[in-house]
């Protein structure tokens, strides 16, 4: 009975570690704190793909947030604009950087204010049917915030 339980622990184990093999790398996690009664926040991280495919992150949600958007900003016509994106695909061994001026998320209606050092969890599902769910430090940021209307954001 002894060599059956550490044979199944052994093989959770390994098999654990086989999926962690398969999936993304999340670093530099952070989302900026944003002032009290913003309805909008953003999250920015380093995505590793460490696989030989590619593979595509195709929703983000959140409990403490009503809804996940992912975006790019780019210039378009002198106008820089946040175009939604269906998915993010991370190449296979390469990087995507979420950044401001580039790709990020966009955290819709929290469902309170937060502040330096509280967590959000975030559930990435990917395109190879895993799922990552991260807790990310809300961090102080010394660059004002993004301001965004009609189209037309500010920079960081």
Known sequence: MRQILISLTLGLFFSFNVIAADSLRFTNTRIPEAPPGASVMAGYMEIDNPTNKEIAIIAVNS????????HQSKEIDGFAKMLPQKKLSIPANGKLVLKPGSYHLMLIKPIKWFKHNDKVTLDF???NNTDISLDINIKKTRSPAMKCAAGKCGGM
């Open 63 to 70: 409990t403490s947030f009503k809804t996940i958007e992912m």
């Open 125 to 127: 599902s990917l395109s």
